[in-house]
């Protein structure tokens, strides 16, 4: 596994033991790191990500076109591997949308740190989604 772009995420909310291990490459990083470099799931994974769009921060044609790769290869991933799928969305939330339906909605996702809309909101939720 590449060492310099994966996101392993540990998120301790409660501060008593809830903890969600993640692997993967951040919209931030789409550009700098290939999903396929990852190789295998650590065994204490439990989802994918965060991947997603980040249009606020990422404003260039090139690189959201690098993210929205990215975001597809581990959609594809979290299809194989049945984990979570932890999804970034800012400021692209349609664009968010026609991806997971054009690969395929997985059957558990997550809206992380979601920031959407209350019709925003349906769309995730009737498509499956947790939001965080």
């Given at each position: 596994?590449?060492?310099?772009?994966?996101?392993?995420?540990?998120?301790?909310?409660?501060?008593?033991?809830?903890?969600?291990?993640?692997?993967?490459?951040?919209?931030?990083?789409?550009?700098?790191?290939?999903?396929?470099?990852?190789?295998?799931?650590?065994?204490?994974?439990?989802?994918?990500?965060?991947?997603?769009?980040?249009y606020?921060?990422?404003?260039?044609?090139?690189?959201?076109?690098?993210?929205?790769?990215?975001?597809?290869?581990?959609?594809?991933w979290?299809?194989?591997?049945?984990?979570?799928?932890?999804i970034?969305?800012?400021?692209?939330?349609?664009?968010?949308?026609?991806?997971?339906?054009?690969?395929?909605?997985?059957?558990?996702?997550?809206?992380?740190?979601?920031?959407?809309?209350?019709?925003?909101?349906?769309?995730?939720?009737?498509?499956?989604?947790?939001?965080?």
């Amino acid at each position: 596994m590449t060492s310099q772009f994966v996101n392993i995420h540990t998120h301790r909310p409660t501060g008593r033991g809830i903890e969600l291990r993640t692997a993967g490459i951040h919209p931030w990083d789409a550009d700098k790191e290939d999903i396929a470099a990852l190789g295998t799931l650590p065994a204490d994974v439990q989802a994918i990500g965060e991947t997603g769009l980040d249009y606020f921060r990422t404003r260039d044609e090139e690189g959201r076109r690098a993210q929205e790769r990215s975001f597809r290869s581990h959609i594809r991933w979290a299809h194989r591997s049945g984990k979570t799928l932890m999804i970034h969305d800012r400021d692209a939330h349609a664009d968010v949308l026609d991806v997971l339906d054009a690969e395929g909605v997985p059957e558990r996702f997550m809206m992380h740190c979601f920031s959407g809309d209350a019709a925003f909101a349906r769309q995730c939720l009737d498509r499956g989604a947790w939001l965080s």
